[in-house]
């Protein structure tokens, strides 16, 4: 068994097919099933169910994905742990999340980070904080921002935001003298899995209520000129909200969701990406 092994394996789980994966490789399609059998020979296990749609792989199949990956990000981690410089350089993949690209602290920090350290070649990935927890894991990005409540054994946290969370109408709306009547409201959320959305179900829920009329957004600037046209009611963190707008209105939630956390992870490993380690400390200074 060789590396090349593992990587003809892990990509016929991605692909889901033989001739898939050998055209992804760049493989003759009868290379891949010569490793492929070898591997199930050397190992004295099926890894692959075979049906006419393609290969999917058994449940021991699952179990050496799992040890495939960590094998391969071991060799990739001892690679760049000897050859990195002693200065941050090369890619950095961050995932962030909608409520924290568009804060002008994060702005701010992107800016300074580009300015001081223009060898790294930096990509945002914007995606929901489960997404974005999961890449983490899963090896897809160097780190990511995360809001709510996640299981941070495997994780280092590089820095936390904690911020207290508002509920936002049309301020021309005829709930800018009197509290917003929330239960029969048309709410503007972000996809399944933000915590804001889970906030606004568990708060209705608790009252007996659910939301009226849901409109699902990808991106901050949408969401905030529903609420400015009154479409329908948000709830943001406060660094999401310019105090100078003065088409929306800012009302406080129940206690219970008062506040939101929202950290800056990385893996738990033995090598620190120098670019990271930069990125983190750009992201402190700007007090976000």
Not at 31 to 49: D, I, P, S, Y
Not at 99 to 106: G, H, L, N, R
Request: hydrophobic share 45%.
């Amino acid at each position: 068994m060789d590396l090349t092994d593992l990587k003809v394996f892990l990509a016929i789980v991605e692909e889901g097919s033989l001739t898939r994966a050998a055209q992804k490789l760049d493989y003759v399609q009868s290379n891949v099933t010569t490793r492929v059998r070898k591997l199930e020979m050397e190992l004295g296990a099926q890894l692959f169910h075979r049906n006419p749609k393609g290969v999917k792989p058994t449940e021991r199949g699952l179990v050496f994905r799992n040890y495939a990956v960590d094998i391969l990000h071991m060799v990739e981690e001892a690679i760049m742990a000897v050859k990195e410089p002693d200065y941050p350089c090369g890619p950095l993949v961050i995932g962030v999340v909608e409520t924290i690209a568009s804060s002008q602290p994060f702005i701010r920090a992107l800016s300074d980070f580009q300015k001081t350290y223009p060898e790294v070649a930096l990509s945002l990935i914007t995606g929901t904080s489960p997404q974005n927890y999961e890449k983490v894991l899963n090896h897809q990005l160097d780190g990511a921002f995360c809001t709510g409540e996640f299981d941070l054994s495997s994780l280092h946290t590089a820095h936390e935001i904690r911020e207290e969370v508002f509920l936002l109408t049309a301020a021309d709306g005829t709930d800018t003298l009197a509290s917003p009547d929330v239960a029969n409201a048309a709410w503007v959320v972000f996809p399944k899995g933000c915590p804001f959305r889970a906030a606004i179900e568990d708060w209705l829920g608790s009252e007996g209520a659910s939301p009226a009329n849901i409109i699902e957004i990808s991106t901050m600037e949408t969401m905030l000129n529903c609420v400015r046209a009154g479409i329908g009611y948000a709830l943001l963190t406060e660094s999401a909200v310019t105090v100078a707008d003065d088409r929306v209105r800012v009302h406080p939630v129940p206690e219970r969701y008062r506040f939101a956390t929202t950290r800056l992870v990385s893996r738990n490993e033995r090598f620190h990406n120098k670019a990271f380690a930069a990125f983190a400390n750009c992201i402190r200074a700007a007090v976000i």
